[in-house]
């Protein structure tokens, strides 16, 4: 079983959190429904966590 939280807000099926588009009207979806967008936020936490820690680590020298 699939869990789909989002919401197409053209046509109101139900959509998984894969894909850029509607399954059933082909509709775009909106920014934050996108998976892109949350692999690049994702990839920005990682770097500045990174970052902290490094300079936590480093800091003493």
């Known amino acids: 079983m699939t869990l789909r939280v989002f919401h197409c807000k053209d046509c109101g099926h139900h959509m998984r959190f894969a894909g850029n588009h509607c399954g059933r009207c082909y509709a775009k979806k909106d920014a934050f ?29």
């Open 33 to 61: 429904q996108r998976p892109g967008l949350w692999y690049a936020l994702l990839a920005l936490l990682i770097i500045l966590l990174l970052v902290g820690g490094l300079r936590y680590l480093t800091a003493g020298l």
